[in-house]
């Protein structure tokens, strides 16, 4: 399997940067889906200035510059070099956002003090086990803090850990990355497995147009 840096690397060297509004003018937004200006927002997260907010994989720190205008402790963690540079570019004057390079499981498991929201969109959360990474996130989660994560539904009969592909040149192999894909079901019974309440999984339909597949998005509480 691919040493994951390597592959989010290349991933963020194929990625068209953040545009410099939305489509109502805005200069930073939360956006949970694969589609621009569509789905909820930040207020999906429950938090307010002040909050101390956790993004598990947060590339070039679009969503997480979001949360620090709203003037939250915005933290993030990934693992790709590229990503984070990007971000640091893009937004290093903003105050209240803090970045790290590192594995997931791995931050939790050594920071400190509690978080308001955990979060992840198409991150690291849809990269780590579950197993290893839900008790974690539950460890740091002040009581009645959220976890909400974003990712595509699964395809039809192709449940549990799946293999991601991540093309190269023409020349070479994909790079392979593991991804967890359950029904929005499996998800709810696995984080009450986990210690977590009031567990919600939906799937956000596409906005019109050729593209069909939405985004399944799932809440819980700590």
């Known amino acids: 399997m691919t040493d994951t840096a390597i592959a989010w690397d290349t991933y963020a060297q194929q990625r068209p940067e953040r545009r410099p509004t939305n489509a109502r ?18 207020e999906l997260l429950g938090v307010a200035a002040g909050s ?21 402790s915005a933290v993030g963690v990934d693992v790709s070099p590229a990503q984070l540079q990007g ?18 499981v791995e931050f939790l498991r050594g920071a400190t003090g509690m978080f308001d929201a955990v979060y992840s ?16 996130v539950r460890e740091r989660l002040r009581p009645g803090g959220r976890l909400v994560f974003s990712q595509q539904p699964p395809v039809e009969g192709c449940y549990g850990c799946q293999a991601s592909y991540i093309p190269r040149g023409a020349d070479e192999d ?13 998800w709810e019974r696995l984080l009450s497995e986990y210690g977590f309440t009031g567990t919600r999984a939906t799937v956000l339909a596409a906005p019109p147009g050729n593209r069909t597949v939405g985004t ?5 509480r700590a």
């Not at 930073?28 to 927002?41: E, I, K, R």
């Not at 991150?123 to 990474?133: E, I, K």
């Not at 994909?174 to 499996?186: G, H």
């Not at 399944?216 to 819980?220: E, F, G, P, R, T």
Request: aromatic letters at 10%; one cysteine or more; glycine letters at 10%.
């Open 25 to 42: 003018g805005e200069t930073t937004w939360f956006n949970w889906t694969q589609y621009p200006d569509h789905g909820p927002g930040a």
């Open 87 to 104: 971000a640091r570019e893009r937004w290093g004057q903003m105050p209240g956002m803090e970045l790290h390079r590192a594995e997931a």
């Open 52 to 72: 101390r907010v956790l993004d598990l994989g947060c590339g070039k720190g679009g969503n997480l510059a979001h949360l620090a205008s709203l003037d939250c």
């Open 216 to 220: 399944l998005i799932i809440q819980a």
């Open 121 to 136: 969109v198409y991150g690291a959360v849809w990269f780590t086990d579950p197993a290893r990474l839900l008790p974690a």
């Open 174 to 186: 994909p790079l392979v990355v593991k991804r967890w894909d359950y029904e929005p079901q499996v």
